[in-house]
């Protein structure tokens, strides 16, 4: 699974979260969860659990602090699927 | 108001309901599949394509809570019906407060989470576990659609909890801390809710081919309650508020009183102390300054079990009225069954249209009156048809597990 479709996956995951619309329009690499599509920080463990079961990987709490942009969870999924 | 009731969601179906007599007490087959004995419940229903009219798609993920479910509906139907609204504030609305109470929240959540936790998965729950499993769960989800920045919370005392609600509203109105305040209370429907009381033996059981009949409130034949679910809301409003915005006003809450019998002389866990119901009938005929021979009507608790004949003598003692002076008295719960938490808020609907549009709805399944209840209260009082009849004051009471009681009266506009 390459970069884009993993970005394609995880903007699929997380749109019914997001709260600022216009800001998912432009969804990138650098967008944030929060600061960017304003998803309540509550709803960032549904939105883990969603790409846990996407990509059939476990992120642990460490993990999970550390995603906080399109960026990091790119980063965290593909490092979790190499250790799969 | 608003209300999602067993037999009408929404106000013009529970009026019709009511009109006609029409039951919402079915057959369950999930019960039966359970082994209960008791097989039937009177439970709302909700179609799957009417909840994005009350959730967002993202509220509606993993929502299993039908308490919150019902008194959402009810709940933001009254605040519509009060002809107010809930667009986007910069700040909270300060002057307005919800007081909505529940038995129990999200039991079918709660179960989902236990059976996660049990299995060791408990980092799968999720962030809706707590929200939707918290007592004020509905009273949050509430103030979350409507920004409401008064007093929020969930009050409980099993089957007054509704009525209760009512009259924490009213005296926070009254005593000028807010303006209006959305009040009610919801029950969640479903085995894990009804069965203690299936246990308990204090269901009928000799009915599951024929729901409509099991539920006989004051009748000879009365075997227990059914069990039943929904949610009732009512917008209480300081009248100076209402009339300034031009508000359909339904009635008025002349007052109440809630107390408890402390499980003291006849009054147990479950039991009613008599003494503290004809207190708190008077007690709230006193705080709503009206004379017994005032109340016009009455609706009852009455579940369908063997203390309606002490309800009944209760309300006989505490008026001084009997025979043919006693006044007109029904229970809705021949038509909804008995729900529970809901209870109290469904019947305070039920009572107020009443008095709003002018009828006094029939008693179903109260044809053959108990033979106790026939020596103090004249046949013709407990109506089994529907009266076209113009009330101005009509008292509700609602008793709970516990000992507590809470009656309001509510009088005509």
């Known amino acids: 699974m390459d970069t884009k479709e993993i970005v394609n996956s995880l903007k699929k995951i997380v749109s019914p979260y997001v709260q600022n619309e216009p800001a998912f329009k432009n969804f990138d690499m650098n967008t944030d969860f929060l600061k960017d599509l304003e998803i309540n920080s509550a709803n960032l463990v549904d939105i883990v659990l969603d790409v846990e079961d996407e990509f059939n990987i476990t992120i642990d709490n460490d993990s999970m602090d550390n995603m906080l942009t399109v960026q990091d969870a790119v980063s965290i999924i593909k490092e979790k699927r190499a250790e799969a | ?413």
């Open chain 2, 1 to 413: 108001m608003g209300v999602a009731a067993p037999n009408g969601v929404g106000l013009d179906n529970f009026e019709y309901a009511i009109r006609v007599g029409k039951s919402g007490i079915r057959f369950q087959e999930k019960l039966k599949e359970l082994k209960f004995s008791c097989q039937i419940a009177g439970a709302p229903e909700i179609p799957e394509e009417m909840l994005s009219g009350y959730f967002t798609p993202l509220q509606l993920r993993g929502l299993n809570s039908s308490g919150i479910v019902y008194g959402v509906i009810a709940g933001l139907d009254a605040w519509k019906d009060a002809g107010l609204t809930r667009e986007e504030k910069e700040s909270a609305d300060w002057d307005s407060g919800i007081i909505f109470g529940t038995g129990l929240s999200g039991a079918d959540k709660f179960r989902e989470a236990i059976n996660l936790i049990d299995e060791g998965k408990t980092r799968r729950l999720g962030s809706t576990s707590v929200l939707q499993t918290m007592a004020s769960g509905i009273s949050a989800y509430l103030s979350g659609m409507l920004g409401s920045g008064n007093q929020v919370t969930t009050n409980s005392s099993a089957c007054s909890t509704g009525t209760e609600a009512i009259l924490m509203a009213y005296d926070r109105i009254k005593s000028g801390k807010a303006k209006r305040i959305l009040a009610g209370s919801c029950g969640d429907s479903g085995p894990y809710i009804w069965g203690g009381f299936d246990a308990m033996r204090i269901l009928p059981h000799k009915y599951n081919d024929n729901p409509t009949e099991a539920s006989r409130p004051m009748s000879a034949s009365a075997s227990g309650f059914v069990p039943g679910s929904g949610a009732g809301a009512l917008v209480l409003e300081d009248m100076e508020s209402a009339e300034a915005r031009g508000a359909t006003i339904y009635a008025e809450v002349l007052g109440g009183h809630i107390n408890s019998g402390g499980q003291v002389g006849d009054g147990t866990m479950t039991a009613p102390n008599s003494e503290a119901v004809k207190r708190c009938i008077k007690k709230a005929l006193e705080e709503a300054d009206v004379q017994p021979q005032e109340i016009d009507g009455i609706n009852g608790h009455l579940t369908a079990t063997t203390m309606d004949s002490t309800e009944i003598q209760n309300w006989s003692d505490a008026l001084g009225r009997k025979g043919e002076g006693f006044p007109l008295i029904n229970s809705l719960k021949g038509m909804t069954g008995h729900c529970l938490s809901a209870a109290g808020s469904i019947e305070c609907v039920a009572t107020v249209l009443q008095l709003k549009k002018d009828f006094f709805f029939g008693n179903v399944n109260s044809a053959d009156l108990h033979p106790d209840i026939e020596k103090v209260v004249s046949r013709e009082k407990i109506p089994v048809e529907t009266q076209e009849v113009i009330l101005k004051t009509i008292a509700k009471a609602s008793f709970g597990f516990g000992d507590v009681n809470a009656v309001v009266v509510f009088r005509k506009i």
